[in-house]
Nanobody, 114 residues
Framework: QVQLVESGGGLVQAGGSLRLSCAAS????????MGWYRQAPGKQRELVAR???????DYADSVKGRFTISRDNAKNTVSLQMNSLKREDTAVYYC????????WGQGTQVTVSS
């Protein structure tokens, strides 16, 4: 059974940084394109960063230049470094494959205060 566990969220002031991590069990992440998604209150879940199995990355315009997605195949993890955080980045963040296979876990809450 595939399980993804997201961690690293928290409360941070605007302009601050957080690093999220996604750990997997039951599968090898390196074979998949992986993504970080987020869902803010009252909004649909959106893909904000993606990394292919080959390591190519792309980002939503709203986070480009501020967020960096990476993967550590030896540790079977995917991370999201978030810098220059804004209030509008407040959301629950999830990781899953791209396209979605509904492997995501409980998510990790990121709250950015002004």
């Amino acid at each position: 059974q595939v399980q993804l566990v997201e961690s690293g969220g928290g409360l941070v002031q605007a302009g601050g940084s957080l690093r999220l991590s996604c750990a997997a069990s039951g599968t090898i992440l390196s074979i998949y394109a992986m993504g970080w998604y987020r869902q803010a209150p009252g909004k649909q879940r959106e893909l904000v960063a993606r990394i292919t199995s080959g390591g190519s990355t792309d980002y939503a315009d709203s986070v480009k230049g501020r967020f960096t997605i990476s993967r550590d195949n030896a540790k079977n993890t995917v991370s999201l470094q978030m810098n220059s955080l804004k209030r509008e980045d407040t959301a629950v963040y999830y990781c899953d494959t791209v396209p979605v296979r509904n492997y995501w876990g409980q998510g990790t809450q990121v709250t950015v205060s002004s």
